[in-house]
Nanobody, 119 residues
Framework: QVQLVESGGGLVQAGGSLRLSCAASGSFFRINTMGWYRQAPGKQRELVATITSGGSTNYADSVKGRFTISTDKAKNTVDLQMNSLKPEDTAVYYC?????????????WGQGTHVTVSS
């Protein structure tokens, strides 16, 4: 089983920055894609950014140019650098990892970390 632990959320003023981190732990697993999603109160969970094992990235239009996703393959971590934060970025942010373990695909989620941006 692959477990994800997130860190780095908090309260920040509009225009500020935060960095989220997520570490995947377990044994004998292979990661295909790591990403971040978010869910604001009363809204559905939405994609923020993803990065494949090959380094290809995908961003939601609303965060392009402000957020940057990166990974450390040796440590099985994925970070999300969030700059120029806006109140509408307020949400619970979830780490997600798609991969396989002993040939069986898995889709793991972190517990979520709160990000609050004040105006």
């Amino acid at each position: 089983q692959v477990q994800l632990v997130e860190s780095g959320g908090g309260l920040v003023q509009a225009g500020g920055s935060l960095r989220l981190s997520c570490a995947a732990s377990g044994s004998f697993f292979r990661i295909n894609t790591m990403g971040w999603y978010r869910q604001a109160p009363g809204k559905q969970r939405e994609l923020v950014a993803t990065i494949t094992s090959g380094g290809s990235t995908n961003y939601a239009d609303s965060v392009k140019g402000r957020f940057t996703i990166s990974t450390d393959k040796a440590k099985n971590t994925v970070d999300l650098q969030m700059n120029s934060l806006k109140p509408e970025d307020t949400a619970v942010y979830y780490c997600n990892v798609l991969g396989s373990r002993f040939g069986v695909r898995f889709d793991s989620w972190g517990q979520g970390t709160h990000v609050t941006v004040s105006s």
